[in-house]
């Protein structure tokens, strides 16, 4: 166990609805990331926070936004959904947003898009 | 530039052997080169990393080989266990900055026992 949670584990919409996929980090970490795993396109970075700002933004669709609260956990919100969304959205934190620091994934939320 | 390329896409070793999955970047500004296992249904777990200061870190069973000039690097399982199948990821980002990490496409890896 990461230590990352991530909710919901599964979930199934169709196309045109929104969703939000929900990550808690583990305790202490202050930087949160969002990656995208599908079978064409691999483990891409969406976009990373630090203790509530945004600091890095990968290729994150203009759909596609995300947020870090102040209790640290953060929310990405997918809407306008089509069928090539469908992905397994990792929720990953690390101590501070210093590369070198070890990056914690969680379980993941599959998404199907129906 | 920001691509990592890595290779086979599966692999299958007999137990006890030497597992080796290799990566190639074309980005010179990367400097962290780690390698992730993920089980399915899991997340990709950290498994060893390697800046480029060094040609070779070993941790347990586990080695990354770098070749800075070449712009590659490896990782060798030895004494291949069946618990060691996995899907295999390598990976590149800048020290510097945000920890943008750069993956590879994976490869699967299947230990017979």
């Known amino acids: 166990d990461s230590g990352v949670t991530q909710t919901p584990k599964h979930l199934i919409t169709a196309t045109g609805q929104r969703v939000t996929l929900r990550c808690s980090p583990r305790?202490?970490?202050?930087?949160v990331y969002w990656y995208q795993q599908s079978l064409d396109q691999g483990l891409q970075f969406l976009i990373q926070y630090y203790n509530g700002e945004e600091r890095a933004k990968g290729n994150i669709l203009e759909r596609f936004s995300a947020q870090q609260f102040p209790d640290l956990h953060s929310e990405l919100n997918l809407s306008s959904l089509e069928l090539g969304d469908s992905a397994l959205y990792f929720c990953a934190s690390s101590v501070d947003s210093r590369s070198g620091n070890t990056i914690y994934f969680g379980e993941g939320s599959w998404l199907t898009v129906v | 530039q920001q691509q990592v390329k890595q290779s086979p896409q599966s692999l299958i070793v007999q137990k006890g052997g030497i597992s080796i999955i290799n990566c190639a970047y074309e980005?010179?500004?990367?400097?962290?080169f780690p390698w992730y296992q993920q089980f399915p249904g899991k997340g990709p777990a950290l498994l060893i990393a390697?800046?480029?200061?060094?040609s070779e870190k070993k941790e347990g069973r586990f080695t990354i080989s770098f070749n800075k000039s070449a712009k590659q690097f490896s990782l060798h399982i030895m004494d291949s266990q069946p618990g060691d199948s996995a899907t295999y990821f390598c990976?590149?980002?800048?020290?510097?900055?945000?920890?943008?990490?750069?993956f590879g496409q994976g490869t699967r890896l299947t230990i017979n026992p």
């Open positions: 305790s202490g970490d202050l930087s």
């Open positions: 980005n010179t500004a990367f400097d962290y």
């Open positions: 990976a590149a980002c800048r020290i510097q900055g945000a920890q943008k990490l750069v």
């Open positions: 390697i800046r480029p200061d060094v």
